[in-house]
């Protein structure tokens, strides 16, 4: 049964860290690219970073860069989000998300990720 389930969200203050995980049951990780993604309350969802699987780069939205960091463990098939510095506007549901390893990750989109998890919701008090 193909399966993603976030776990690893909470509540924190701002300028804390949380480490967000994503089991990947069902799939060989290394044959998707990945997408961590995010919907705030009212507000569309946006995409927070991506991993293509052609050249293994990483892409992270401009409001992230620098304190965000996206990994796997292909052994374990789990990808995770590192959230450095966080701020009470990082709070949102969280998805982990993947699509075909083909997938260029510039200008990256839901639309464009086949398989999703149910989320997770993270929450930074100031």
């Known amino acids: 049964q193909l399966q993603l389930v976030e776990s690893g969200g909470g509540l924190v203050q701002s300028g804390g860290s949380l480490r967000l995980s994503c089991l990947a049951s069902?799939?060989?990780?290394?044959?998707?690219?990945i997408g961590w993604f995010r919907q705030a309350p009212g507000k569309e969802r946006e995409g927070v970073s991506c991993?293509?699987?052609?050249?293994?780069?990483?892409y992270y939205s401009d409001s992230v860069k620098g304190r965000f960091t996206i990994s796997t463990d292909n052994a374990k098939n789990t990808v995770y989000l590192q959230m450095n510095g966080l701020k009470p506007e990082d709070t949102a549901e969280y998805y982990c998300?993947?699509?075909?390893?083909?997938?260029?990750?510039?200008?990256?989109?839901?639309?464009?990720?086949?398989?999703w998890g149910p989320g997770t919701q993270v929450t930074v008090s100031s």
């Open positions: 998300a993947l699509t075909q390893a083909t997938y260029y990750c510039s200008g990256f989109v839901p639309y464009d990720f086949d398989y």
């Open positions: 069902g799939f060989t990780l290394d044959s998707y690219s």
């Open positions: 991993m293509s699987r052609v050249d293994g780069s990483t």
